[in-house]
Nanobody, 124 residues
């Protein structure tokens, strides 16, 4: 059974940093694309960042470009999201996704597996 488990969320102040982790078990995703999405209360889930299996290609939402960085450690079957200069509007539940495809996508419907989410709250 495939499981994705996010961790690293919390309550921080504006300008602080957090590092989210998403560990996969049940199968290896070392060659497949992974992504991060977020969902704020009353809003739809939105794309944050994605990375190819090799880690050589990454893409970001405009709202986080220059502040967030996605990376992966295939030996640990884990993907990370480093979040710097956090803003109150970054407050959301953050979800990691995995898909059985090497190509990046910003479309949440194209990810087959999801974690349970981790709450990030940024106070002003």
């Amino acid at each position: 059974q495939v499981q994705l488990v996010e961790s690293g969320g919390g309550l921080v102040q504006a300008g602080d940093s957090l590092r989210l982790s998403c560990a996969a078990s049940g199968r290896t995703f070392s060659t497949y694309a992974r992504g991060w999405f977020r969902q704020a209360p009353g809003k739809e889930r939105e794309f944050v960042a994605a990375i190819t299996g090799s880690g050589t290609i990454r893409t970001y939402a405009d709202s986080v470009k220059g502040r967030f960085s996605i990376s992966r450690d295939n030996a640990k079957n884990t993907v990370y999201l480093q979040m710097n200069s956090l803003k109150p509007e970054d407050t959301a539940v953050y979800y990691c996704g995995a898909r059985l495809d090497i190509r990046l996508t910003t479309n949440s419907d194209e990810y087959e597996y999801w974690g349970q989410g981790t709450q990030v709250t940024v106070s002003s």
